[in-house]
């Protein structure tokens, strides 16, 4: 934004989250707007750690925020992790704050204050290889989640530049969530993709599994 001022000129008016304390937090349950992403550490579930790790250089992580990268940025490395822990999201408007969904907060490009979601037992995270100047690589989440909610397995996906995600009732097999999976839009993914999808599976069940 600041390079962008720079080149085209200051607004009249900005506010900076940086000190704005619900856009600066970070815990096992929630994450702020303005945190960089190389503050996003082993606090916050795996997948939403392994996310922010992965996302371009250290010099990038030091610069760029959970905001921009959910809302702002056409990658979204954030975007798949996000989904599968059933993210809510609190924005700031002119004139409230509020909670919404994380499609509405797309959809409008509110101004995102903070994440919040329920910890769940297991959540896993990968993104695959790119190749230099070709599409952004595909990344798959997956979250088991318990609790109050029925159990269930919750799968995100980044192809190209869309992100699908879905959710199935919980199965100890991988291969009938797989099953269940099928017919939905994961099913209908490019192969390199769906063996990601599997092996993400396999390796959250596994871990439930294991305790
Ligand atoms: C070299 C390079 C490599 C990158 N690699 C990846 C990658 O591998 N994966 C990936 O996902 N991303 C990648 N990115 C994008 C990066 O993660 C950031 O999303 C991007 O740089 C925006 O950074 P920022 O947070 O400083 O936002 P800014 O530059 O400050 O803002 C960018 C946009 O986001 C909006 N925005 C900022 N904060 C918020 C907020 N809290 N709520 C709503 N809107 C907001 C701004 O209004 C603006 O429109 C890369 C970027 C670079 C420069």
Redesign the pocket.
Known sequence: ??AGWQRDGFPEQAVS?RNVPE?GTVGPEELG??VL?NRVDATVPEALHRAAS????GA?RR???????I???T????LPAALVLDARATVLESDSVYDTDLSELLAK?????ALRWRAPLVSGYRKLEGEAGGP?PPVVAAVHADGDSPRDLRVAVRDGYEVFSERTPYDPDPEQVLHALAGTDLGALPAVARDAVRAQITDVLARVAEG
């Open positions: 934004m600041w989250l856009a707007g303005a992403l992965g996302v371009g250089t990038v610069a760029a925020t959970v905001g921009g990268n809302v702002g940025s990658l979204r490395c954030l490009r509110h101004v995102l204050l952004p």
